[in-house]
C-alpha cells in the first residue's frame, strides 16, 4: 500500500466540480426531468393549509413533499460529484418518507395529526434531557425552561385539534408517530421492497460492510483507498433517488386529492421509466 499525498480542501472541491460536469453530461437525459418534478412539488404547496382546518393534510403532505424534494437534489449533487455511497444514505429517508404518506392514505386526518403530536413529543423530550443535563451540572440553561413551555403549549392545542376531529390524540400519536417500515409494507403486500430496497439503503447507513466497493479496491499487488470522487454508478444513484422522490409525489398527490397533479405524476413516472429504459437501466 503506497502512500499517496495529502490534498486540502480546494483540491476536493474542485475535483467534485470537475466529476459533477463530466457526470452532468451523461445524465442529462435524467436531469431534464428535475424541473417537472419541481413543478409538481410546487403546486403541492400551492394550497391553503393549516394543521388546524379540517384537512390538516394539507399541511403535513407539502411538507414532507418539499423535504424530499430537497433530500433528492442534495441526493443527486452527492452522486454527480463524486460520492454515490454518501447518496445512498439519504435515498434511506425518502424512501421512509413515501412509505409513511402510503401509509397515511388510510386515515389521513389522524396521521397528519399523530405525525405532528409524536414531532412535538420528541421536541419536548430532547429538550428536557438537556435542560435536565445542565441544572444538574449547574450550567446555564438559557431559554430551554421557556421554550419547553411554548412546546408543551403547541403539543396540547394538538391534542385539543385531535379530539375536536374525535380522535385521542395518545392512540394516534403510538399508531402513526413512529413508522414500522416492515409493518406498512407486509400491510401493503410490497414486503419484499423492505427486504431488498430499504434493507440496501440502511446498510450504507448502518455500520456494515457494503459501501466498500466505492472506496476501496485491491489486487494481486497493490490496496488502494480512495478519499475523492468516484465516478461510478453515478446514473444509477440517480434513478433511486428520483424513484423513490417520485412515490412520494405521487402518494402525496393521491392524499390532496389533486387530479391534476396525480395526472402529471402519472407521465412523470412514465416518462422516468422511458429515460431509464434509453439508458440500458430498466427492468
Known amino acids: 500500500m503506497s502512500s499517496k499525498p495529502i490534498y486540502n480542501w480546494n483540491w476536493f472541491r474542485t475535483h467534485m466540480d470537475i466529476c459533477a460536469s463530466h457526470s452532468e453530461l451523461e445524465c442529462l437525459p435524467l436531469l431534464e426531468l428535475i424541473n417537472e418534478f419541481d413543478a409538481i412539488v410546487n403546486g403541492m404547496v400551492q394550497r391553503e393549509m393549516s394543521y388546524g382546518s379540517e384537512r390538516p393534510q394539507d399541511f403535513v403532505v407539502p411538507i414532507l413533499a418539499v423535504r424530499a424534494f430537497r433530500l433528492g437534489i442534495s441526493s443527486i449533487r452527492l452522486a454527480l460529484s463524486g460520492y454515490t455511497d454518501s447518496a ?24 397528519s395529526l399523530g405525525f405532528l403530536l409524536q414531532g412535538a413529543f420528541e421536541e419536548i423530550s430532547t ?55 416492515r409493518e406498512i ?43 475523492g470522487p468516484i465516478s461510478e454508478d453515478i446514473s444509477y444513484s440517480i434513478a433511486d433517488t428520483m424513484n423513490n422522490t417520485i412515490r412520494v409525489i405521487e402518494f402525496g398527490c393521491i392524499i390532496l386529492k389533486d387530479k391534476i397533479l396525480i395526472e402529471r405524476t402519472q407521465e412523470l413516472s412514465r416518462l422516468l421509466s422511458d429515460r431509464l429504459k434509453s439508458l440500458g437501466m430498466g427492468e
Not at 401509509?103 to 386526518?109: A, H, L, N, T
Not at 421557556?146 to 400519536?173: F, S
Not at 421492497?193 to 497493490?222: G, M, P, Q, R, W
Open 88 to 111: 445512498s444514505n439519504i435515498h434511506r429517508t425518502i424512501y421512509e418518507i413515501g412509505i409513511r404518506l402510503l401509509d397515511m392514505e388510510q386515515d389521513p386526518v389522524a396521521a
Open 127 to 181: 429538550m428536557r434531557a438537556e435542560f435536565e443535563y445542565r441544572e444538574n451540572e449547574h450550567l446555564k440553561t438559557h431559554h430551554l425552561s421557556i421554550n419547553i413551555q411554548t412546546l408543551k403549549k403547541h403539543r396540547n392545542l394538538l391534542c385539543e385539534i385531535a379530539k375536536n376531529r374525535g380522535y385521542d390524540p395518545e392512540t394516534i400519536r403510538k399508531r402513526f408517530g413512529k413508522l414500522n417500515v
Open 185 to 227: 409494507c407486509q400491510r401493503y403486500g410490497i414486503e419484499k421492497s423492505y427486504l431488498v430496497d430499504y434493507a440496501y439503503f440502511s446498510s450504507y447507513i448502518h455500520e456494515k460492510n457494503v459501501a466498500t466497493s466505492h472506496f476501496y479496491s485491491e489486487s494481486a499487488d497493490s490496496r488502494n483507498f480512495e478519499f
